[in-house]
């Protein structure tokens, strides 16, 4: 199995902040690489695919960079609704695995 | 506009197999590069990726549960079933079902919580 590991696992910031999330795996990946959204008591959301593609309807204030093993996603200016748990996955590899999650909580 | 739904038993007891339906709407299953899969989330922990069945009756499962899994297709009623055997109190988790595309799972249902306890 190929493993994510995400980087913080919680992360305090402001309204306005810039925040920066890191996913690493456990090889090589290419651009094969997802980030979710989550809010407390609903499904996840896609954010990005395919590295650094904007799914439909999602803001530019996000943006997803990297390739290989190290990914990251940056939020250039922290919205109130922005504060949720993000998780990356990656889809490479003939199974599917996803980052234990970064909680993006308020500071 | 695309949904799914899950449905199944909310409670099951250790040993017993969970049987979920996902029923999905506004797609078609013998698309070319769609998929419909399943991702669990134990409360307060991580997704993990079970399974998925594409357009061509190709499976993936996840390789640690391989043994314990079977996902079916039924296109002509829009449907996914997952099973799981021998279930134990550590697979109590929401259970999604999600389609995917060329490997992006976009959409997901609302999640079915399944607890397992005698």
């Known amino acids: 199995d190929i493993q994510m590991t995400q980087s913080p696992s919680t992360l305090s910031a402001s309204v306005g902040d810039r925040v920066t999330i890191t996913c690493r795996a456990s090889?090589?990946?290419?651009?094969?690489l997802a980030w979710f959204q989550q809010k407390p008591g609903k499904a996840p959301k896609l954010l990005i695919y395919?590295?650094?593609t904007l799914a439909s309807g999602v803001p530019s204030r996000f943006s997803g960079s990297g390739s290989g093993t190290e990914f990251t996603l940056t939020i250039s200016s922290l919205q109130p609704d922005d504060f949720a748990t993000y998780h990356c996955?990656?889809?490479?590899?003939?199974?599917?695995?996803f980052g234990q999650g970064t909680k993006v909580e308020i500071k | 506009q695309i949904t799914l739904k899950e449905s199944g038993p909310t409670l099951v007891k250790p040993t017993q197999t969970l049987t979920l339906t996902c029923t999905f709407s506004?797609?078609?299953?013998?698309?070319?590069?769609?998929?419909v899969g399943w991702i669990r989330q134990p409360p307060g922990k991580a997704l993990e990726w079970l399974a998925l069945?594409?357009?061509?009756?190709?499976?993936r499962y996840t390789p640690s549960l391989k043994s314990s899994l079977t996902i079916t297709k039924d296109t002509s009623k829009n449907q996914v079933i997952l099973t799981l055997t021998n279930m134990d109190p550590v697979h109590t988790a929401t259970y999604y079902c999600?389609?995917?595309?060329?490997?992006?799972?976009?959409?997901w249902g609302q999640g079915a919580l399944v607890t397992v306890s005698s």
């Open positions: 069945i594409y357009w061509d009756d190709d499976k």
């Open positions: 395919k590295t650094s």
């Open positions: 999600v389609r995917h595309v060329r490997g992006v799972p976009d959409y």
């Open positions: 090889q090589s990946i290419s651009y094969f």
């Open positions: 506004g797609f078609s299953l013998s698309t070319s590069g769609v998929g």
């Open positions: 996955q990656q889809y490479n590899s003939f199974t599917w695995t």
